[in-house]
C-alpha cells in the first residue's frame, strides 16, 4: 500500500506566474483535500475533490483551482502568483468525502519571488 | 465561526517528564477534534481524534487527550516524553464534513 505522495518537493517561481502542483492518493482513497500552511501557521482548508467533483471550499479566491482524476490523484492550480502565496502545501487523502481518517502527503514548498 | 486555538506557541520539557499541550475550540455543538504531529520536513501524522462517547481518547506513541465540554477544551497529554516526540503539534477540529480547522501549532523542544 503507497501512501500520499506530492510534486514536487520545492518549487520557485515569479509573482503574476502560474503553478500545478499534483498528489497521488493512498491506494483505495477517492477523496484528496488541499491546504495551505504558511511559515509558523496551522493548515488552512482550500478545497477538497470527491470523485472528481468539488466537495467544499474553504476561503481562497477563484485563482486557487483544482482537478481530480479518474484514478484520483489530484491537481491544485494556483493563477496570478502572489508573494503571499508561498507557503507550504499539504493534500490528505481519505475515504468517501470524509475527513475523519486523513492521510497527508509530505508537501510541496512553493516560494514565490 | 468555527476555530481552534493553541495558546502555547512553544514548550520545552526535559525527556521523561510529562507533556500537556493545550487546545480550545470554539463551536456551538461537540465538534469532531483531532490531534496531529508535524515532525521537520513531514506531512502530519494523525495522533489521536475524538468524535462521541468516552471523553478519554488513546492515540499512537502513548499519547491520550481529553475532552473536556465544559471547558471547550480537548488537551493532549503524554506521561513521559521521549527525545523523539520533538516535533509542532497541531489540534483540529472538524467543520463540515469536509473543512477541518486547524490551530496555529505548538513547537515542542524536548531537552536531554
Known amino acids: 500500500e503507497t501512501g500520499v505522495t506530492q510534486s514536487p518537493t520545492h518549487l520557485i517561481k515569479t509573482r503574476g506566474q502560474q503553478v500545478t502542483l499534483r498528489c497521488s492518493s493512498q491506494?483505495?482513497?477517492?477523496?484528496v483535500s488541499w491546504y495551505q500552511q504558511a511559515l509558523g501557521q496551522g493548515p488552512q482548508f482550500i478545497f477538497q475533490?470527491?470523485?472528481?467533483?468539488?466537495?467544499g471550499r474553504g476561503n481562497f479566491p477563484p485563482r486557487f483551482s483544482g482537478l481530480q482524476f479518474p484514478n484520483y490523484s489530484s491537481e491544485l492550480n494556483v493563477n496570478a502568483l502572489e508573494l503571499d502565496d508561498s507557503a507550504l502545501y499539504l493534500c490528505?487523502?481519505?475515504?468517501?468525502?470524509?475527513?475523519?481518517?486523513?492521510?497527508f502527503g509530505p508537501g510541496t514548498r512553493l516560494t514565490v519571488t | 465561526a468555527q476555530s481552534v486555538t493553541q495558546p502555547d506557541i512553544h514548550i520545552t520539557v526535559s525527556e521523561g517528564a510529562s507533556l500537556e499541550l493545550r487546545c480550545n475550540y470554539s463551536?456551538?455543538?461537540?465538534?469532531?477534534l483531532f490531534w496531529y504531529v508535524q515532525s521537520p520536513g513531514q506531512g502530519l501524522q494523525l495522533l489521536l481524534k475524538?468524535?462521541?462517547?468516552?471523553?478519554l481518547v488513546q492515540g499512537i506513541k502513548g499519547f491520550e487527550a481529553e475532552f473536556k465540554r465544559s471547558q471547550s477544551s480537548f488537551n493532549l497529554r503524554k506521561p513521559s516524553v521521549h527525545w523523539s516526540d520533538a516535533a509542532e503539534y497541531f489540534c483540529?477540529?472538524?467543520?463540515?464534513?469536509?473543512?477541518?480547522?486547524f490551530g496555529a501549532g505548538t513547537r515542542l523542544t524536548v531537552k536531554p
Open positions: 475524538y468524535f462521541s462517547g468516552d471523553t
Open positions: 475533490y470527491y470523485r472528481e467533483e468539488e466537495n
Open positions: 490528505a487523502s481519505s475515504l468517501d468525502g470524509s475527513s475523519y481518517e486523513q492521510y
Open positions: 491506494s483505495g482513497h477517492n477523496t
Open positions: 483540529a477540529s472538524r467543520y463540515n464534513n469536509n473543512d477541518m480547522r
Open positions: 463551536y456551538g455543538a461537540t465538534p469532531y
